[in-house]
């Protein structure tokens, strides 16, 4: 009997542990971790002034986007 449920138990414990993997790869390769913009941005942009404008460019995005959305939705 404790054979047959150790057996048991290191099938379910595999099962698991590559469904999580298969998970983890699936993630990765979609782009899940990736954040290009926050290390592109400390490496251009260094004094103060330049993360100031960064920040604007950004908020300058999404405003545009909002506004697109906004027309999409009023048409």
């Not at 993997?21 to 103060?48: R, Y």
């Amino acid at each position: 009997m404790i054979d047959g449920t150790l057996l048991m138990m290191l099938v379910v414990a595999l099962v698991v542990s590559f469904a999580i993997l298969g998970v983890f790869i699936w993630g990765a390769k979609g782009g899940q971790f990736d954040d290009g913009e926050k290390m592109m941005g400390g490496l251009l942009f260094d004094s103060t002034e330049d993360l100031n404008d960064a920040r604007k460019k950004e908020q300058k995005k999404m405003n545009a986007k909002k506004q697109q959305k906004k027309s999409k939705l009023d048409k």
